[in-house]
């Protein structure tokens, strides 16, 4: 039995876990579900976006369920204190083609992990006499841990390569901290080649020859950036998943946001949110039952009869969960 926090938030947010929870009723594995409150609406019910009694929540389960919320300017950000506050320091954002999906791309494969607590969203801000400044905070500490983390990744994944991603001609202090420690790091693991570019150019060479990346690691604002970014190659933010990973905690979640363009019309699709939960059941070990769920998501987008708008369809977020869960039963 594994006990696992759900926070479905606003937006289509409620509506994507809703979905899962549906198909999920399907999956042969136990688990207990705590409900928790955070984002806009919480803010409304609570006077917080991210209630004590939620990050308390979030701590003692083994994974954690995240929809998405609507970050409301002045309001505190759930999800970057959640992350801040279990130390999951390690976003992995995998960008994979599935065929079915309208990707740019048929054949990707290649996985963002992103610097998660420090960076440009340190959240120190402060207004000036004429304008504003945000602090870049970048730490060695930091940036040798999700460094590790990359090249572990790479090994324990079969993958060959590791590019460092960053803006250390310009950003000379903070960058080039991260760039040192990169290749610092690097000399431990020998077998994974090791290479680094600059963000611009990174992010036409996604667009031009995505091929060329297998593991990416890279600061909290750039990969923010480039996962999007990878979305846009392979079908959209509707296909996009992110695990987010510290040492004592784990919290799953879409890479989109609250989508507010189509809430209410519940046509969201469903896959991110899905494609979360596979991540969450193979860090739980539960590697066997986490294939059949993305194998029952890969015939639906295959079969392309129950697919959402985003995915060239007409179907609702409902429909193509009822298609996914009748492949489980
Ligand atoms: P967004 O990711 O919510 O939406 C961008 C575009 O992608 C929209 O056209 C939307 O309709 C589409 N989209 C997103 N998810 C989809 C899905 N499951 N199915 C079909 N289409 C989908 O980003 P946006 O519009 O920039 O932000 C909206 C709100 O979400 C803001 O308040 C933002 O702060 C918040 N946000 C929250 C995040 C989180 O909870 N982790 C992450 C990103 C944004
Ligand atoms: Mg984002």
Redesign the pocket.
């Known amino acids: 039995m594994y006990k696992i926090t759900l926070i479905p938030?606003d937006?289509?947010g409620p509506e994507?876990i809703q979905a899962l929870l549906y198909i999920l009723e399907a999956v042969d594995l136990k688990l207990d579900y705590t409900m928790a409150c955070a984002g806009n609406a919480c803010f409304q019910d609570t006077g917080s976006t991210i209630p004590d009694e939620t990050i308390l929540k979030a701590k003692r389960s083994d994974a954690t369920l995240f929809g998405?919320?609507?970050?409301v300017p002045g309001q505190k950000s759930a999800?970057i204190t959640l992350r801040k506050e279990l130390d999951l320091y390690a976003n992995i954002r995998p960008v994979k083609s599935y065929l079915g999906t309208n990707c740019l791309y048929n054949d990707l494969d290649l996985v963002i992990v992103r610097e998660n607590t420090e960076g440009l969203y340190s959240g120190i801000e402060e207004y000036t006499s004429d304008g504003a400044t945000a602090l870049r905070v970048i730490t060695n500490d930091a940036s040798e841990k999700i460094c590790k983390f990359a090249f572990e990744y790479a090994e324990k994944n079969d993958r060959k390569k590791v590019t460092a991603i960053h803006k250390a001609n310009v950003l000379k202090k903070t960058d080039g901290i991260f760039k040192d420690a990169f290749y610092r790091i690097s000399n431990d693991f020998p077998k994974i080649h090791s290479e680094d570019k600059y963000v611009d150019a990174a992010a036409m060479f996604l667009i031009t020859k995505p091929d060329n990346f297998d593991v990416i690691v890279t600061t909290n604002l750039f990969g923010d950036i480039l996962s999007d970014e990878g979305a846009g190659l392979v079908g959209?933010?509707?296909m996009v998943p992110s695990a987010n990973i510290g040492d004592n905690n784990a919290l799953f979640?879409?890479v989109?946001?609250?989508?507010?363009?189509?809430t209410g019309l519940r046509i969201?699709?469903?896959s991110?949110m899905i494609l979360s939960a596979v991540m969450m059941m193979d860090h739980l070990g539960e590697t066997s039952e986490a294939r059949k769920l993305e194998n029952a998501l890969l015939d639906v987008l295959n079969e392309r009869k129950f697919l959402?708008p985003?995915l060239g369809g007409s179907s609702k977020t409902m429909e193509m969960a009822e298609e996914i869960r009748s492949k489980l039963i």
């Open positions: 938030g937006g289509v994507v998405a919320v609507t970050t999800i959209g933010l509707g979640e879409p989109h946001g609250s989508a507010p363009d189509i969201s699709n469903p991110a959402t985003d």
